[in-house]
């Protein structure tokens, strides 16, 4: 496996993948993270709130309200957004990025003159 398959490690992995324009940080453990707390909050027995929100926002209502909003305000509140790195992560992450740019730099450059 090369290096750049290996993710940067931690509670949840970074894959740093090269682009022609740059890279891309896969942060699919992130993603499953956030779509758990998604469920979580929408399935949780003791408040209904974006359960019912959910529900609001599903109903057609008139022209320029879109109740969706409080629901996306609910579940942007609860769900997870950061990524923890520790110890020699953060490096790592640096590292790989740094290798990843680094042949399109001087292009980059270029084109910015």
Do not use: C
């Amino acid at each position: 496996m090369s290096n750049e398959q290996k993710p940067v490690t931690g509670p949840i992995p970074i894959y740093v993948r090269t682009i022609p324009t740059g890279v891309v940080l896969d942060l699919e453990a992130l993603t499953r993270l956030v779509i758990g707390d998604v469920i979580n909050e929408l399935l949780h027995a003791e408040d209904t709130t974006a359960w019912d929100l959910l529900h609001e926002a599903a109903e057609p209502v008139g022209e320029g309200q879109f109740p969706g909003e409080l629901l996306e305000q609910r579940l942007v509140e609860r769900a997870s957004s950061r990524v923890p790195l520790y110890g020699p992560a953060a490096l790592e992450l640096m590292l790989k990025l740094s290798k990843a740019v680094a042949p399109r730099l001087d292009s980059w450059q270029r084109g910015a003159a």
